[in-house]
């Protein structure tokens, strides 16, 4: 195989994913899938070549001109469609979270391993070149040990409006935005083994037809379908002592932020805006870092795909990564229900 012929599901997040694909001089988009044929005629307008278009993913995971299948539909979607793809023998790339609960998840990782195709998160957060910058420093030693991290995501009025999967069960915020920042600083802070998280999580302002996109004004019937979190945040300790405060919220009464903070013995970071704070000389010093945008985050994650696909590059984020971040999100999701604390004990 000199090039890879991807399928994207999806036609929301689908898009940038398969642009990015499209660039690569070693990757085409040869299909698209959604049950909306109107949202993928538009797409396909995009393309200077021929696409075909389905609507029933079980018929295009078995057409044998496709290779791999990116997956960007809602929450609950996610794992029959990937477990599909792998069943087919396609490698397989799945937008963030990994599924809508952990025991799906688990199943998927479980399959796609065994058919041994090349398995990967698509996480625009970790792929970014801020957070890709931080990850060298932590490799280079520049923070000494990291031991303690702050993640936070929050959303003034930000529950999204457009598609009822993301308020039904499997959906909600932390799963939607927690988990890029879990992800992220889990990721720098190196992957440690999680063993046990308290977390309080609810539902404050979605069931209200409150802090609804920008504001916008809901129907009763998507209000009322609303059974997942609007806020969730807790604390995670792993097995090596490091310890993650993390926040995730679509709606509240506070400024938007996107943010992590990082604690190490050498030195700390922040995300936003980019900085690196040390000692020198018995002297505070903060740094600020510009990195470059160009290849951009959605072009690191369809590189780094095609890579692993065509020249057996080992897979830097593989779906069992997003299994241990949902066991994560499903443990604290857990601990708020029990009111008390969850034991984890992910497979890693
Ligand atoms: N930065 C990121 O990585 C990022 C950003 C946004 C969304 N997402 C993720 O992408 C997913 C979708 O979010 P979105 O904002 O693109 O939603 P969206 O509603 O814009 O798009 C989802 C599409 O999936 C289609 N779909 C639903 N069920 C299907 C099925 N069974 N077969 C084929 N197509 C189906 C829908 O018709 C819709 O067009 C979510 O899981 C979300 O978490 C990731």
New binding site residues.
């Given amino acids: 195989m000199s090039v890879v012929r991807a399928c994207i599901?999806?036609?929301?997040?689908?898009r940038p994913n398969g642009r990015a694909i499209e660039k690569n001089a070693r990757g085409t988009v040869v299909a698209l899938?959604?049950?909306?044929e109107d949202?993928m005629q538009d797409y396909a307008k995009e393309f200077d070549h021929d696409v075909k278009l389905y609507t029933d993913?079980h018929e295009m995971c078995k057409d044998p001109e496709i290779d791999a299948v990116f997956v960007?539909?809602?929450?609950q979607?996610?794992v029959p469609?990937a477990l599909e793809a792998v069943k087919n023998g396609k490698h397989v790339m799945s937008?963030?979270?990994l599924a809508d609960a952990e025991g799906p998840a688990k199943e998927l990782v479980e399959a796609a391993e065994a058919a041994g195709v090349v398995n990967m998160m698509?996480?625009?957060m970790r792929f970014s070149n801020e957070i890709r910058y931080l990850k060298r420093l932590a490799e280079q030693d520049t923070f000494g040990e990291l031991y303690y991290a702050r993640a936070r995501s929050v959303r003034r009025s930000g529950i999204?409006d457009?598609?009822l999967?993301f308020v039904q069960k499997g959906g909600g915020a932390f799963r939607?935005m927690g988990v890029?920042v879990l992800d992220s600083s889990w990721y720098l802070l190196g992957m440690p083994r999680p063993v046990s998280v308290l977390g309080v999580a609810g539902a404050k302002f979605g069931p209200r037809g409150q802090g609804y996109w920008n504001y916008h004004e809901v129907s009763e019937s998507y209000s009322s379908a609303y059974a997942a979190d609007d806020f969730g945040g807790g604390f995670i300790l792993f097995e090596d002592g490091t310890g993650l405060q993390i926040e995730s919220f679509w709606a509240s009464h506070q400024k938007d932020e996107v943010n992590i903070e990082l604690f190490g013995t050498e030195a700390g970071a922040k995300l936003k805006p980019l900085q690196l704070y040390k000692t020198v000389n018995g002297a505070p010093q903060d740094v600020s870092i510009e990195v470059q945008q160009q290849p951009t985050g959605w072009d690191n994650i369809a590189n780094h795909w095609i890579e692993c696909i065509l020249d057996g590059v080992p897979c830097s984020a593989p779906l069992r990564h997003g299994l241990v971040v949902q066991q994560m999100m499903e443990g604290l999701l857990l601990s708020a229900q029990l009111g008390k604390e969850v034991r984890l004990d992910p497979a890693m």
Avoid at 9 to 14: C, E, K, L, N, T
Avoid at 33 to 36: E, H, P, Q, W
């Fill in positions: 599901v999806g036609m929301g997040i689908g899938c959604d049950v909306l949202r993913y960007g539909t809602p929450n979607y996610h469609i937008t963030k979270p698509s996480l625009s999204p457009w598609n999967g939607d890029h």
